[in-house]
C-alpha cells in the first residue's frame, strides 16, 4: 500500500484512533486501553519480519544504565543476554497517550438541570478560532416521557435537529481545524467527522426525576500527562547509551560508532504537545509515529477475524507468540503497509529498522 500522509501540527488534536474509538461508545474505555498494546502488536510482527533481529530479541528485558538504575522496556536486543545482559545493541520503547474524558471545571461539582420547554447555551471561545462569532451549541428540551428526553440540537454551523435521549445518552459538540461546529447526537459519532478535531464536549443524560432532565458536561483533552512520558522514555535512552557508549547525548557520537541505538515508538502522536517532542528528539536516537490509520485497520482486522466481542484478550504480545490467528492477521498489516508503518519525527520521511552487521539500523524507506 502506498504511504499515509502522516498529520504533524504545531498543536495537540483529538487523533483518529480516538475518533474511531469512540464509537465503541460502552466498549471504549476498555478498547482505548488496548490502543498502546495493540501498538505493541505492530512492533513485534515487524521484529519478526526480520529473522536475525528476531533471534536477538528479549522482550520486556531490564535495560540497565549508568546510574544503576533498571528500566523495563518493551524489545531488547542483545547479541549474547546470558553473557552480557547489560550490554544490548538496540531498544525499542513503545509510548500511547490517550485522551482523557474530564469532568468540565465550570460544572465539576453540579449536574445542569434542564426541565421541559427549558435550554442551556453552552459556547466557548478557544484563541485558534477562526470565526468573529463565538462556537456555541444550544440543546432545548422539547418533551420527557418516561425515560426519554426529546431534544433539539442547534450550533453555530450544523442544521439544527430533533433527536432522542434515554439516560446515558451522550450529545457531543465538536469544532474542527476549520473552524466549523459539529453538534453529534448519541447516535453519530467522532468518526463520521472529516478532519482534525481540535475540541470536543460531551453533554451526558446522567438522570431524569420529577420531569427535569440532569446533564453532566465533560472535556476532551489531549494528552496532559505526555510530557512525563516524554522524561521517562528519554532517561532510559540517556541512561543505558552512557553505560554502553560512555556518552549521555545522543548527538556525542555519529551514527556509526554507536553500540546502542534506541527507539521510541508512539501511537496516537497528536496528543503529543510540542515541548514532549522536543524532550524526545533531543534525547532519543529515533522517534518513530505508526500513523492513527495503521492502527485503525489493526482494529478493523481483528473484528473482521475474530468478532468485536472477542477480541479484546486477544491483543496481547504473548497472543502473538501463541496463536497462529492472532500472528498472522498482525503480519498481513505490517505486510500491506511496510512502506509506510513508521514515520521518523527527525527526518519527516517513513522509515524501516532492520538487523545489519550487528546493529540495529533505521533506514529510510525506498
Aim: with cysteine; hydrophobic share 40%; aromatic share 10%.
Amino acid at each position: 500500500m502506498q504511504p499515509k500522509n502522516e498529520l504533524i501540527r504545531d498543536f495537540s488534536y483529538i487523533s483518529g484512533v480516538f475518533k474511531y474509538i469512540e464509537g465503541y461508545h460502552k466498549m471504549g474505555h476498555q478498547i482505548g486501553r488496548k490502543v498502546g498494546d495493540m501498538l505493541e502488536l505492530i512492533v513485534l510482527a515487524k521484529i519478526y519480519s526480520d529473522p536475525e533481529l528476531a533471534a536477538r530479541l528479549i522482550v520486556e528485558p531490564k535495560i540497565y544504565g549508568e546510574t544503576g538504575a533498571g528500566h523495563k522496556v518493551e524489545f531488547g536486543f542483545f547479541e549474547d543476554f546470558i553473557k552480557s545482559p547489560k550490554k544490548p545493541f538496540g531498544i525499542i520503547e513503545c509510548k500511547k497517550v490517550g485522551v482523557e474524558v474530564t469532568k468540565n471545571i465550570a460544572t465539576k461539582d453540579s449536574l445542569l438541570k434542564i426541565a421541559q420547554g427549558e435550554s442551556i447555551f453552552n459556547e466557548t471561545s478557544p484563541s485558534w478560532f477562526k470565526q468573529e462569532n463565538k462556537a456555541f451549541i444550544k440543546l432545548t428540551v422539547l418533551s420527557i416521557e418516561d425515560d426519554v428526553v426529546k431534544i433539539s440540537i442547534e450550533s453555530n454551523t450544523a442544521e439544527t435537529t430533533e433527536v432522542t435521549a434515554s439516560k446515558g445518552g451522550t450529545f457531543k459538540f465538536a469544532i474542527t481545524e476549520d473552524s466549523k461546529v459539529h453538534a453529534l447526537s448519541p447516535s453519530s459519532d467522532l468518526r463520521n467527522i472529516d478532519g482534525v478535531v481540535r475540541f470536543c464536549r460531551l453533554f451526558k443524560l446522567e438522570n431524569i426525576t420529577e420531569g427535569v432532565s440532569s446533564w453532566g458536561i465533560y472535556d476532551c483533552l489531549t494528552g496532559p500527562q505526555t510530557i512525563e512520558k516524554a522524561k521517562q522514555a528519554s532517561l532510559v535512552a540517556m541512561d543505558a547509551r552512557k553505560l554502553v557508549d560512555g556518552k549521555w547525548g545522543k548527538d556525542d557520537l555519529a551514527e556509526e560508532e554507536k553500540s546502542l541505538l534506541s527507539i521510541l515508538v508512539l501511537t496516537e502522536s497528536s496528543h503529543w504537545e510540542i515541548k514532549s517532542r522536543k524532550v524526545i528528539t533531543t534525547c532519543i536516537d529515533h522517534n518513530l509515529i505508526v500513523p492513527d490509520e495503521i492502527v485503525v485497520e489493526a482494529f478493523k482486522m481483528f473484528e473482521a477475524e475474530f468478532g468485536l466481542a472477542d477480541i479484546l484478550p486477544l491483543i496481547t504480545k504473548n497472543k502473538y507468540l501463541s496463536d497462529e490467528r492472532v500472528s498472522s492477521t498482525i503480519n498481513k498489516l505490517v505486510k500491506d503497509y511496510e512502506k509506510c508503518l513508521f514515520y521518523d519525527l527527525d527526518l519527516g520521511s517513513y522509515v524501516d529498522f532492520k538487523y545489519i552487521d550487528g546493529k540495529l539500523k533505521v533506514l529510510n524507506v525506498s
